[in-house]
């Protein structure tokens, strides 16, 4: 990725966050009317793209072919708060072999067999990559903070 990038972290922490983290990718992307939609997907770092996949007939897929401007977001629920946002260009292509698909799910699941993992691959030839291509990223971590605000005199 070639993105300008703001906040704390340097580029080789944004890496390591985004290579090592498992929370849910917050994808959003912009409806017909304007009005901006957000959908939570498994990601994967390739250590340049986030890459993503969906299904052919999915509501992201049919967003991302009207436009292909991405907004996301990747961080915990709880606090303390810390993460990655961004802003980057998404691409559409099959997901050749289900490669990305099976990845994601060692990821996510830790394994392909199981009763989701049979059903996501009895779909895989029907499922399209998304590449995201960043083009700005913004870390923020206000651990440290959190941390002192937690703590008694």
């Known amino acids: 990725m070639s993105a300008t990038i703001k906040g704390p972290w340097n580029r080789s922490q944004i890496?390591?966050?985004?290579?090592?983290?498992?929370f849910p990718?917050?994808?959003?992307?912009?409806?017909?009317?304007?009005?901006?939609?957000?959908?939570?997907?498994?990601?994967g770092y390739d250590g340049h793209r986030l890459r993503c996949v969906s299904h052919r007939s999915s509501k992201l897929i049919g967003l991302l072919k009207g436009s292909d401007r991405v907004g996301f977001e990747l961080?915990?629920?709880e606090p303390p708060y810390y993460g990655v946002r961004g802003q980057g260009?998404?691409?559409?292509?099959?997901?050749a072999d289900a490669a990305v698909l099976t990845e994601l799910m060692q990821r996510y699941l830790g394994r392909t067999e199981s009763k989701l993992?049979?059903?996501?691959?009895?779909?895989a030839d029907d499922e399209v990559l998304i590449t995201i291509e960043a083009t700005r990223l913004f870390s923020w971590d206000y651990r440290d903070r959190m941390s002192q605000a937690q703590k008694t005199d």
């Open 15 to 22: 890496d390591s966050f985004l290579q090592d983290s498992t």
């Open 25 to 43: 990718l917050r994808l959003a992307c912009v409806g017909d009317d304007g009005f901006p939609r957000v959908v939570s997907v498994w990601y």
């Open 75 to 77: 961080a915990p629920n």
């Open 89 to 95: 260009i998404a691409r559409l292509e099959t997901d």
């Open 117 to 123: 993992g049979n059903w996501l691959l009895s779909r």
